[in-house]
């Protein structure tokens, strides 16, 4: 063996060290039929998307495929970014309805990763997903963050403490009874807190005075277990999302969160639509901190009181005519969101985008409704809700246009894996008798 050869042994054997040592690049590409990144960017056509560990880091028609890269073949379906569920309560195997004051609770403890529901979540294209409790309570507890995948509610987790639940939905008593009692509870917890900082304040001057031989106070760890998931929502750490049932409990609503200065996400219901110069004023008096959410019932029927002749009213586009941006959202199978019927089509975010063009909201902005602004609602806008450079490569790829009626979803990517495949489906493979093509 020549001197030569020997070095360049032990130059491989380092170069072979050195690489092992380094994390691998987890690399995958799309090809793009077409490509909606989102509002207010053009379409773009056969163009190669490159996802490094889960991030799309570069968009282009001339994008080399490196040899290493899982190609993901789309190029004959529409990509654009996967839907994002700001407020949902399905996937749970059981909700706490019973209950009125639950701030300690976690939706964690009731995830049922075998649930339908989040089969059906991946099927119509929702890859993020904000479960909280129902609406049947007064503070009803913990909300949070899931990918509709993952064997255990740990492996679905994004957020653990993405919201808490408050209604103002009267089911024990009247409106101003169940009101009376969620500021009951703020007291309960601010009197708690101010208790324990009056102790803190006499042991710090019994340790100035010698008197005692404990070496130190947490307030931290002293504050009951109980109430201090309702102290971080008073303390704007956790934002609450306040289920507003009506239009005569809206300004009940403002009433409240300026009273208690809460981060606040509206989740409006019913027909609050009829309270939109209200919502207007407030959102005027703070500007961008108005957050609106509304119910997969985007139509109503209004009955004039004297000629009964009934009227069709999409509370979206009524909202989008006094310029409010919101998002909007779908429904459990069972219908149990905001009192709406059973109907399977409001599980589909597309029968709700739908919905709202055909009734005069822009597309983009319905897409957006659904996509970019529930991600912002979540504080994850510069993550989920668009296909850009840097953000996640969650996306989903139809088989036609949106608004075509061949627009099924084909595959579904969170963070550049697949989680869902038509051609996979068994559900599919049932009902017609064999796997459609995937991409």
Same mark, same amino acid.
């Given at each position: 063996?020549?001197?030569?050869?020997?070095?360049?042994?032990?130059?491989?054997?380092?170069?072979?060290?050195?690489?092992?040592?380094?994390?691998?690049?987890?690399?995958?590409?799309?090809?793009?039929?077409?490509?909606?990144?989102?509002?207010?960017?053009?379409?773009?056509?056969?163009?190669?998307?490159?996802?490094?560990?889960?991030?799309?880091?570069?968009?282009?028609?001339?994008?080399?495929?490196?040899?290493?890269?899982?190609?993901?073949?789309?190029?004959?379906?529409?990509?654009?970014?996967?839907?994002?569920?700001?407020?949902?309560?399905?996937?749970?195997?059981?909700?706490?309805?019973?209950?009125?004051?639950?701030?300690?609770?976690?939706?964690?403890?009731?995830?049922?990763?075998?649930?339908?529901? @989040?089969?059906?979540?991946?099927?119509?294209?929702?890859?993020?997903?904000?479960?909280?409790?129902?609406?049947?309570?007064?503070?009803?507890?913990?909300?949070?963050?899931?990918?509709?995948?993952?064997?255990?509610?740990?492996?679905?987790?994004?957020?653990?403490?993405?919201?808490?639940?408050?209604?103002?939905?009267?089911?024990?008593?009247?409106?101003?009874?169940?009101?009376?009692?969620?500021?009951?509870?703020?007291?309960?917890?601010?009197?708690?807190?101010?208790?324990?900082?009056?102790?803190?304040?006499?042991?710090?001057?019994?340790?100035?005075?010698?008197?005692?031989?404990?070496?130190?106070?947490?307030?931290?760890?002293?504050?009951?277990?109980?109430?201090?998931?309702l102290l971080e929502m008073l303390d704007g750490k956790v934002p609450v999302y306040l289920y507003v049932p009506g239009a005569n409990d809206v300004a009940n609503a403002f009433s409240l969160i300026e009273k208690y200065k809460l981060k606040a996400v509206l989740v409006l219901g019913g027909d609050c639509y009829k309270a939109v110069d209200l919502v207007k004023r407030y959102g005027r008096r703070?500007?961008?901190?108005?957050?609106?959410?509304?119910?997969?019932?985007?139509?109503?029927?209004e009955k004039d009181p004297v000629t009964q002749e009934e009227t069709l009213v999409c509370p979206a586009k009524v909202f989008f005519d006094a310029g409010l941006p919101f998002a909007l959202s779908s429904t459990s199978s069972s219908g149990r969101w905001g009192g709406s019927s059973g109907n399977p089509a409001l599980t589909m975010p597309w029968y709700q985008v739908g919905t709202c063009v055909?009734?005069?909201?822009?597309?983009?902005?319905?897409?957006?409704?659904?996509?970019?602004?529930?991600?912002?609602?979540?504080?994850?806008?510069?993550? @989920?809700?668009?296909?850009?450079?840097?953000?996640?490569?969650?996306?989903?790829?139809?088989?036609?246009?949106?608004?075509?009626?061949?627009?099924?979803?084909?595959?579904?990517? @969170?963070?550049?894996?697949?989680?869902?495949?038509?051609?996979?489906?068994?559900?599919?493979?049932?009902?017609?008798?064999?796997?459609?093509?995937?991409?």
């Open positions: 063996m020549t001197t030569m050869t020997a070095k360049h042994i032990v130059f491989a054997g380092l170069t072979a060290l050195f690489a092992s040592a380094l994390p691998a690049q987890d690399l995958t590409v799309v090809k793009a039929g077409t490509l909606y990144q989102g509002r207010g960017k053009p379409l773009l056509k056969d163009v190669v998307i490159l996802i490094e560990n889960g991030k799309i880091k570069k968009i282009d028609k001339g994008t080399k495929i490196p040899w290493n890269a899982e190609v993901i073949d789309a190029s004959k379906s529409y990509v654009m970014p996967a839907w994002v569920l700001a407020h949902g309560s399905g996937g749970l195997d059981r909700e706490n309805e019973s209950i009125p004051v639950t701030p300690y609770l976690t939706i964690m403890d009731s995830v049922d990763p075998s649930s339908n529901y @989040f089969e059906t979540a991946r099927r119509h294209g929702i890859a993020i997903l904000h479960i909280l409790p129902g609406n049947a309570t007064q503070v009803g507890g913990r909300g949070v963050l899931l990918k509709p995948s993952g064997r255990t509610p740990e492996d679905m987790a994004l957020v653990e403490k993405a919201g808490m639940k408050m209604s103002l939905q009267a089911t024990r008593g009247s409106r101003s009874q169940h009101l009376l009692q969620i500021e009951k509870a703020f007291k309960a917890a601010l009197d708690h807190r101010t208790e324990i900082l009056r102790q803190k304040a006499e042991w710090e001057e019994d340790k100035k005075n010698g008197a005692t031989t404990v070496e130190e106070f947490d307030v931290d760890k002293k504050i009951d277990k109980l109430k201090k998931p703070n500007p961008g901190k108005l957050r609106i959410i509304l119910g997969p019932k985007q139509e109503v029927v055909r009734h005069g909201v822009p597309e983009d902005i319905a897409i957006a409704a659904f996509t970019e602004i529930p991600a912002m609602f979540l504080n994850r806008a510069k993550r @989920f809700g668009r296909l850009e450079v840097g953000m996640d490569a969650t996306m989903q790829s139809l088989a036609a246009a949106p608004m075509e009626p061949e627009s099924k979803v084909r595959m579904l990517l @969170f963070e550049g894996q697949i989680i869902y495949d038509r051609s996979k489906d068994p559900r599919v493979k049932q009902l017609t008798g064999k796997p459609t093509q995937t991409r």
